[in-house]
């Protein structure tokens, strides 16, 4: 069976690694073949924004040796919350999406065609558009990775999702709300790595510049507006607490404004982008997000995974179901946009931490999770 998996970025982001964990799995068990796989990237209209493919900067990097690759222009719609709200931001959105659907209809299609492909599987849901162009002789699957917004796009992409695609994946309880027939399979992260270095944690923290007996609490992911970082700048220079450091692990290219913030803070350390986070995981006793929502990412269980207390924002009007067994023991909740109760928890974390059960291990569900996903592909 010939598969076309379309993905959205072909970044470090937790979409393209959760996704290209599956794929390694699926191949190196011989479970699917590469010669039956057709990978698409997104191509881009500014050079700029192309990168040169490398281990530090492409999840796909291995992939790409071994499946047929191509570069296409692609939408990206705006439909998840946390999305960007700048107007240039959706201009170029909507001037991507107008071409991409063009391009699909002029060849994009054809290659599908010519490759045979059987079914098309979308890495994320701002893919939505291609659900309404592709063949309907094609099966489409739309991996849905984030929670909607309330715009009037994502209102749309919510019907069109429902009535076009064949299968419909989601991460967890909250992404596939929207979608009554969504297969739930929880990304694929394997933290036994992480979990093993924390044995040599005093050795990293050296080669960091952190004293063994400091606190670390780690912000991992791109530096960005939408992740909170303003927010989380304030908190770094509010809290007088000598004891805690706070580890940067993301990329920084675009956010010239916050990193050079960042870097006057004497409690702030910056790693960059990696591509193999564990050792950040390992030395780290607390995640932190800043958003204004309750987010449940990629990077929240990996650190709950690899034995990280997750300090996460929350309103009142989120919903706790899925995570509530955790609450109190793997997560540490404060109140959304209040600096001061962030500062409270995390220091609360800080003194309880070593006589609790934060500690809370999982080895691995990179199996199970990708068994599932081919299962939803192939039948």
């Not at 700048?233 to 404004?257: A, C, D, P, Q, W």
Request: glycine share 4%.
């Amino acid at each position: 069976m010939k598969i076309a998996f379309i993905t959205h970025s072909d970044g470090m982001g937790g979409a393209s690694r959760s996704f290209t964990t599956s794929m390694e799995y699926l191949m190196d068990n011989n479970l699917i073949s590469p010669e039956d796989c057709l990978l698409a990237c997104p191509r881009y209209l500014l050079k700029r924004f192309q990168k040169v493919s490398s281990p530090d900067n492409d999840s796909y990097y291995d992939i790409k040796k071994k499946v047929k690759t191509e570069y296409w222009f692609l939408p990206f719609g705006l439909v998840y919350r946390g999305a960007s709200e700048k107007i240039a931001s959706k201009i170029y959105s909507a001037g991507m999406a107008f071409l991409s659907l063009l391009y699909f209809l002029m060849f994009y299609n054809r290659n599908l065609e010519r490759n045979g492909v059987e079914v098309v599987h979308l890495n994320s849901i701002t893919l939505w558009l291609l659900l309404l162009i592709i063949p309907n002789n094609i099966t489409k699957v739309i991996h849905i990775r984030e929670t909607v917004n309330g715009t009037l796009e994502s209102r749309i992409a919510v019907k069109v999702i429902n009535k076009y695609a064949d299968k419909i994946i989601a991460i967890d309880k909250d992404c596939a709300s929207p979608f009554p027939t969504a297969m739930i399979i929880q990304n694929p992260i394997d933290m036994t790595e992480a979990i093993a270095l924390r044995n040599h944690a005093p050795t990293i923290k050296n080669e960091l510049g952190i004293d063994s007996d400091k606190t670390v609490a780690s912000f991992v992911g791109s530096i960005s507006a939408a992740k909170g970082y303003n927010f989380f700048l304030t908190m770094v220079n509010r809290i007088e607490n000598k004891n805690i450091v706070f580890l940067i692990v993301g990329s920084e290219e675009y956010t010239h404004e916050y990193t050079d913030a960042l870097k006057r803070c004497s409690n702030v350390i910056l790693v960059g982008q990696q591509s193999n986070p564990s050792k950040f995981y390992a030395i780290s006793d607390i995640v932190i997000r800043c958003e204004s929502y309750l987010p449940l990412g990629r990077t929240v269980w990996e650190g709950i995974y690899s034995g990280v207390v997750a300090l996460l924002p929350f309103n009142d009007t989120d919903d706790l179901e899925p995570i509530r067994p955790m609450i109190g023991k793997q997560i540490i909740l404060y109140n959304a946009s209040d600096i001061n109760d962030c500062i409270k928890k995390i220091e609360y974390i800080q003194r309880t931490l070593p006589l609790s059960d934060h500690r809370w291990f999982v080895s691995s569900n990179v199996s199970e999770s990708s068994m599932l996903l081919k299962k939803e592909l192939m039948g």
